[in-house]
T-cell receptor, first 111, second 113 residues
Framework: ELKVEQNPLFLSMQEGKNYTIYCNYS?????LYWYRQDPGKSLESLFV?????AVKQEGRLMASLDTKARLSTLHITAAVHDLSATYFC???????????FGPGTSLSVIP | KAGVTQTPRYLIKTRGQQVTLSCSPI?????VSWYQQTPGQGLQFLFE???????NKGNFPGRFSGRQFSNSRSEMNVSTLELGDSALYLC????????????FGPGTRLTVL
């Protein structure tokens, strides 16, 4: 069964700094998702990565996928307080399989 | 376009009772998935329905069940509630596409006393 791991699980960073969240998955995954969850709120879709080498960017967030290494990264550039949230990556073995979520990375950006 | 809606938003039940949660997907979306989120176990997949058929199932006991109606609305039912069923229950809908991007509802917070 597909297993998804993230590290770090907790991340405290200063405003203006850069950092990367890593997402490893255990078997072939048809696609990779990144979500954001604010405290007490639901999940918001950030990126969907379909193919090896895919890179997507939105504002200060950039996600990439390396299917050979079974690794996706979420890079944060010049962090701001508004980015404080929990970030989840999720994979799916095949197109019609269930989506498996990682444990989440709780990000806190300190002024 | 209206988002995914879930009702009720909050529920308090006692052990042994049963509960039904409802989810209305985004118009045109035919897949609805249900997840349980707890601080200890994280986000766990319950089941997915597509065109009124259960397409995938997670590793939950038979007390957890669901169904989908012809208008794609879905319900999940938990019978004989246990304290450990206290959680945020999220549903997500998606449109069949190469992305199969899921859009989540606000969730139902269930507390079992």
């Amino acid at each position: 069964e597909l297993k998804v791991e993230q590290n770090p699980l907790f991340l405290s960073m200063q405003e203006g700094k850069n950092y990367t969240i890593y997402c490893n998955y255990s078997t072939t995954s048809d696609r990779l998702y990144w979500y954001r969850q604010d405290p007490g709120k639901s999940l918001e879709s950030l990126f969907v990565l379909l193919s090896n080498g895919a890179v997507k960017q939105e504002g200060r967030l950039m996600a990439s996928l390396d299917t050979k290494a079974r690794l996706s990264t979420l890079h944060i550039t010049a962090a701001v307080h508004d980015l404080s949230a929990t970030y989840f990556c999720a994979g799916v073995k095949t197109s019609y399989d269930k989506v498996i979520f990682g444990p989440g990375t709780s990000l806190s950006v300190i002024p | 376009k209206a988002g995914v809606t879930q009702t009720p938003r909050y529920l308090i039940k006692t052990r042994g009772q049963q509960v039904t949660l409802s989810c209305s997907p985004i118009s045109g979306h035919r897949s609805v998935s249900w997840y349980q989120q707890t601080p200890g176990q994280g986000l766990q997949f319950l089941f997915e329905y597509f065109s009124e058929t259960q397409r995938n199932k997670g590793n939950f006991p038979g007390r957890f069940s669901g169904r989908q109606f012809s208008n794609s609305r879905s319900e999940m039912n938990v019978s004989t509630l246990e304290l450990g069923d206290s959680a945020l229950y999220l549903c997500a809908s998606s449109f069949p596409s190469s992305y199969n991007e899921q859009f989540f509802g606000p969730g139902t917070r269930l507390t079992v006393l």
